[in-house]
C-alpha cells in the first residue's frame, strides 16, 4: 500500500520569505515523488518529481524539494515566496514496485497563502 | 493542458440519470486515468486505463464504469447520478512511470 500525507492545511507566508509545504509518505518498496500545483478553476500542473539520484529537486517556478528517505518526507520549498505562488499544493507517491497502472496516491492538499 | 480536453466542463443534472464524461488526448499517451476531487480529500482515483480496452478499479470505482475503444478517449459514466456524485472530475494521462498530465476539469452537480 502507498500513502501520503500533507499535515498542514494551510501554510501562511509573507512574500519575500522562503517557504515550505511538508510531506511525508508511505511505500513498501521505493518511492517516485511528485509536487503538484492547482490554481484556482484549473487543473493539477505538475512542478517536479523524484524518481533516482540527487536528493534535492529543482523545479518549475523556482520551487525544489528535498527527498529524505530516512524521514519518508519530500517537502516542497522556494527560498523567496511570491503573490503569485498562492495556490493548492499536492504531493503524490507511487511505489516503485507497484506497476499495476502507474497509479498515483495524492495527499489531502495543502492551502499556500501569501500575503503581501 | 498538455493535449487534454474534457467534455462538458459543467453539468448540472438530476438523481437518478445517467451521465457521461469524456477524456480525449491527442499526446498518445498509453496510461489514462479519472479521479474525482473533494474538499478534504484531495484527488482520488476512480478508474484507470493501461490500454484500448484495458481499465481496472480504482479507489473510489463504486457507481461508476468507464470505457476505451480508442486510445485518445477514455470515458466515465455514472450509471444512476447520485447527489454524493457531484465533484470536481478530473483525467489525467500518462506514458510512463513518471509524472502524470492533468486535464481541465468538469464540475458535476447532482440535484
Known amino acids: 500500500a502507498q500513502s501520503v500525507a500533507q499535515p498542514e492545511d494551510q501554510v501562511n507566508v509573507a512574500e519575500g520569505n522562503p517557504l515550505t509545504v511538508k510531506c511525508t509518505y508511505s511505500?513498501?518498496?521505493?518511492?517516485?515523488l511528485f509536487w503538484y500545483v492547482q490554481y484556482p478553476n484549473r487543473g493539477l500542473q505538475f512542478l517536479l518529481k523524484?524518481?533516482?539520484?540527487?536528493?534535492l529537486v529543482k523545479g518549475s517556478y523556482g520551487f525544489e524539494a528535498e527527498f529524505n528517505k530516512s524521514q519518508t518526507s519530500f517537502h516542497l520549498k522556494k527560498p523567496s515566496a511570491l503573490v503569485s505562488d498562492s495556490a493548492l499544493y499536492f504531493c503524490a507517491v507511487r511505489d516503485m514496485n507497484n506497476n499495476a497502472g502507474n497509479m498515483l496516491t495524492f495527499g489531502g492538499g495543502t492551502r499556500l497563502m501569501v500575503k503581501p | 493542458d498538455a493535449g487534454i480536453t474534457q467534455s462538458p466542463r459543467h453539468k448540472v443534472t438530476e438523481t437518478g440519470t445517467p451521465v457521461t464524461l469524456r477524456c480525449h488526448q491527442t499526446e498518445n499517451h498509453r496510461y489514462m486515468y479519472w479521479y474525482r476531487q473533494d474538499p478534504g480529500h484531495g484527488l482520488r482515483l476512480i478508474h484507470y486505463s493501461y490500454g484500448v480496452k484495458d481499465t481496472d478499479k480504482g479507489e473510489v470505482s463504486d457507481g461508476y464504469s468507464v470505457s476505451r475503444s480508442k486510445t485518445e478517449d477514455f470515458l466515465l459514466t455514472l450509471e444512476s447520478a447520485t447527489s454524493s456524485q457531484t465533484s470536481v472530475y478530473f483525467c489525467?494521462?500518462?506514458?510512463?512511470?513518471?509524472?502524470?498530465?492533468f486535464g481541465p476539469g468538469t464540475r458535476l452537480t447532482v440535484l
Open positions: 489525467a494521462i500518462s506514458e510512463s512511470a513518471g509524472e502524470q498530465f
Open positions: 511505500v513498501s518498496g521505493n518511492p517516485y
Open positions: 523524484y524518481i533516482t539520484g540527487d536528493n
